[in-house]
């Protein structure tokens, strides 16, 4: 802070709204409407600033917080892989798997990938084989 003004105003604006660990949606949700209202009333101080910039920060700890990265099976992986890049069973074949009966065995759960398939696969894809193993 600049000056002792910005250093008051910042203390008083944390004495009037003691700010916390977001741990509810209501508590984003107020958060996030004071935000605005700061924003808002336009031409903010260095202290309403920096308590913007605090306030904003608690919202990123619980947006990172909150969403669960699901864990996927590796058919679910291979099946939006191959709808995200446009390609059907039959572009596996040869490439990665050298039948289109194993293609599908994979796909519906049939049967696991081995090592060779993950390599195979990470390359058709340009990922980390990592993506292709269990809890990767």
């Known amino acids: 802070m600049a000056t002792l003004a910005d250093t008051l105003i910042y203390r008083e604006l944390l004495v009037q709204e003691e700010p916390h660990p977001i741990?509810?949606?209501?508590?984003?949700?107020?958060?996030?409407?004071?935000?605005?209202?700061?924003?808002?009333?336009?031409?903010?101080?260095?202290?309403e600033q920096e308590y913007v910039a605090l306030l904003g920060a608690l919202m990123i700890g619980w947006e990172e917080g909150r969403h669960e990265v699901p864990e996927l099976t590796v058919p679910e992986i291979l099946r939006?892989?191959?709808?995200?890049?446009?390609?059907?069973?039959?572009?596996?074949?040869?490439?990665v798997f050298s039948t289109k009966g194993i293609v599908s065995e994979v796909l519906s759960g049939k049967r696991s990938v081995t090592y060779d398939h993950v390599v195979k696969l990470a390359d058709f894809f340009h990922l980390s084989p990592a993506v292709f193993f269990p809890n990767g």
């Open 23 to 47: 741990r509810a949606a209501e508590d984003a949700a107020q958060v996030q409407k004071r935000i605005g209202e700061l924003i808002e009333q336009g031409d903010p101080s260095e202290a």
């Open 80 to 95: 939006a892989l191959l709808e995200d890049n446009g390609l059907r069973q039959a572009d596996l074949v040869g490439t």
